[in-house]
């Protein structure tokens, strides 16, 4: 891991911009900190970081006024990395779909969704393994939003994470409600009600498909981008108390 650049917010949170071999990312870490903090790891959609970064530094900053650490790498084929021609020619086959008004077929969501967990995963834990050898890191490790399918195979593989935020608001292929048997870590999961992208009883299907034994469902009236401002506070004292 090799930091290219270094700011203090104007609250005191230290933001440092590395880059992991080819994968740029961010760190976010507390203005002090007596002792190795926990960490959040920060999903997004494959968007890019610079367009996700007002988001994700609200969440950074919520994360760091309890206490956390927080850092989000970019995924394959997105922001500066290189473009990645089957990423590509999923999003177009999807977007047709969409504005055809037809059914997204699930050849669509796999060739779309499978891809990129199968690299994105193993990513994050090779960020994993960094950011932990950093002094100042000590864990324990939460998996906040993102793509779904991501969360779901990284709480199945990863043993460093505790605990999960999850947003039922992106396609999920089949394949892996099965890995969502396998999920056993504490889970709050968010769902807005009439997301107009997501299969809402799909989303339901897979909340009850989840192995976990604490399992929560935050669901609020409003489409995709209509997360009201105290479902973050909810999601927060989620991590507060399984991060501690």
Same mark, same amino acid.
């Given at each position: 891991?090799?930091?290219?650049?270094?700011?203090?917010?104007?609250?005191?949170?230290?933001?440092?911009?590395?880059?992991?071999?080819?994968?740029?990312?961010?760190?976010?870490?507390?203005?002090?900190?007596?002792?190795?903090?926990?960490?959040?790891?920060?999903?997004?959609?494959?968007?890019? @970081?610079?367009?996700?970064? %007002? *988001?994700? &530094? $609200?969440?950074?900053?919520? /994360?760091?006024?309890?206490?956390?650490? #927080?850092?989000?790498?970019?995924?394959?084929?997105?922001?500066?990395?290189?473009?990645?021609?089957?990423?590509?020619?999923?999003?177009?086959?999807?977007?047709?779909?969409?504005?055809?008004?037809?059914?997204?077929?699930?050849?669509?969501?796999?060739?779309?969704?499978?891809?990129?967990?199968?690299?994105?995963?193993?990513?994050?834990?090779?960020?994993?393994?960094?950011?932990?050898?950093?002094?100042?890191?000590?864990?324990?490790?939460?998996?906040?939003?993102?793509?779904?399918?991501?969360?779901?195979? @990284?709480?199945?593989?990863? %043993? *460093?994470? &505790? $605990?999960?935020?999850?947003? /039922?608001?992106?396609?999920?292929?089949? #394949?892996?409600?099965?890995?969502?048997?396998?999920?056993?870590?504490?889970?709050?999961?968010?769902?807005?009600?009439?997301?107009?992208?997501?299969?809402?009883?799909?989303?339901?299907?897979?909340?009850?498909?989840?192995?976990?034994?604490?399992?929560?469902?935050?669901?609020?009236?409003?489409?995709?981008?209509?997360?009201?401002?105290?479902?973050?506070?909810?999601?927060?004292?989620?991590?507060?108390?399984?991060?501690?």
């Amino acid at each position: 891991m090799r930091f290219t650049t270094e700011q203090r917010l104007d609250d005191g949170v230290l933001e440092r911009e590395f880059a992991l071999g080819e994968i740029p990312g961010i760190l976010w870490t507390p203005a002090s900190a007596s002792a190795p903090v926990p960490l959040t790891l920060l999903g997004h959609p494959p968007l890019g @970081l610079r367009k996700m970064y %007002p *988001r994700l &530094v $609200a969440r950074a900053r919520r /994360a760091a006024a309890d206490g956390f650490a #927080a850092a989000a790498i970019e995924l394959p084929g997105s922001g500066d990395r290189p473009r990645w021609a089957a990423a590509e020619q999923a999003r177009a086959d999807l977007r047709r779909a969409l504005e055809a008004d037809e059914p997204v077929s699930d050849e669509i969501v796999d060739s779309l969704i499978l891809p990129l967990v199968g690299r994105a995963v193993p990513e994050t834990q090779a960020a994993l393994d960094a950011l932990l050898s950093l002094p100042e890191i000590g864990g324990p490790v939460g998996y906040s939003g993102g793509v779904i399918s991501v969360g779901i195979r @990284l709480a199945v593989v990863e %043993p *460093r994470i &505790v $605990a999960a935020g999850l947003f /039922a608001g992106s396609f999920v292929p089949r #394949a892996m409600f099965e890995e969502a048997r396998q999920v056993t870590i504490p889970l709050h999961v968010l769902l807005q009600w009439d997301d107009e992208g997501n299969d809402r009883q799909a989303a339901l299907d897979l909340f009850d498909a989840f192995g976990s034994t604490e399992k929560t469902l935050h669901a609020n009236m409003g489409g995709h981008t209509g997360v009201p401002q105290f479902a973050g506070e909810d999601a927060a004292g989620f991590f507060a108390r399984h991060l501690r």
